[in-house]
T-cell receptor, first 111, second 116 residues
Framework: GQSLEQPSEVTAVEGAIVQINCTYQTSGFYGLSWYQQHDGGAPTFLSYNALDGLEETGRFSSFLSRSDSYGYLLLQELQMKDSASYFCAVREIGGFQKLVFGTGTRLLVSP | GAVVSQHPSRVICKSGTSVKIECRSLDFQATTMFWYRQFPKQSLMLMATSNEGSKATYEQGVEKDKFLINHASLTLSTLTVTSAHPEDSSFYIC????????????FGEGSRLTVL
């Protein structure tokens, strides 16, 4: 099975940089994804790491280290609209290639 | 990008009634769709995997007789919550995998079910 743990809540101020960690125990996966979800909305895809290392997409970067069973999402130049929940997720190898989500982190950005 | 439509977006029903939620892939074919349930301030929990033309595969602890899933075509999967109770009140989200585009996954907008 898969288990992905995240901090439950993170707070930061506008313009700051914040890192949301994801530690996992899995039986194998294709890659680590990150999703953003605003209250009442569907998750939206942010970033994907198939290989170890850093992936950068605008203000968002994501990192994966398979040897450490660890990844993170880095958000730079925080804006109020970044207040949302963030989930890491893995796509299982084999079978239906299910997407399994982490516990989720609620980010609150203050002025 | 590809669009997945869920309907209804919100539904309120009385305890004991059944509710059907539809998930449609609008511009691609999806042999596999996934149904998730999300309680307030919690993560998305996979309920079942829906495959076109075959029976759904349910996750451990999900009652297959209560949550009926039908995937009758390559663009439509339905989730029916039978004999709904207040504890079934939740946010239900579907996702569909595009069978042609490397298996990318697209999410519906979600359906908020409130059982009175």
């Amino acid at each position: 099975g898969q288990s992905l743990e995240q901090p439950s809540e993170v707070t930061a101020v506008e313009g700051a940089i914040v890192q949301i960690n994801c530690t996992y125990q899995t039986s194998g996966f294709y890659g680590l994804s990150w999703y953003q979800q605003h209250d009442g909305g569907a998750p939206t895809f942010l970033s994907y790491n198939a290989l170890d290392g850093l992936e950068e997409t605008g203000r968002f970067s994501s990192f994966l280290s398979r040897s450490d069973s660890y990844g993170y999402l880095l958000l730079q130049e925080l804006q109020m609209k970044d207040s949302a929940s963030y989930f890491c997720a893995v796509r299982e190898i084999g079978g239906f290639q299910k997407l399994v989500f982490g516990t989720g982190t609620r980010l609150l950005v203050s002025p | 990008g590809a669009v997945v439509s869920q309907h209804p977006s919100r539904v309120i029903c009385k305890s004991g009634t059944s509710v059907k939620i539809e998930c449609r892939s609008l511009d691609f074919q999806a042999t596999t769709m996934f149904w998730y349930r999300q309680f307030p301030k919690q993560s998305l929990m996979l309920m079942a995997t829906s495959n076109e033309g075959s029976k759904a595969t349910y996750e451990q602890g999900v009652e297959k007789d209560k949550f009926l899933i039908n995937h009758a075509s390559l663009t439509l999967s339905t989730l029916t919550v039978t004999s709904a109770h207040p504890e079934d009140s939740s946010f239900y989200i579907c996702s569909a995998r595009d069978r042609l585009e490397g298996g990318e996954l697209f999410f519906g907008e979600g359906s908020r079910l409130t059982v009175l």
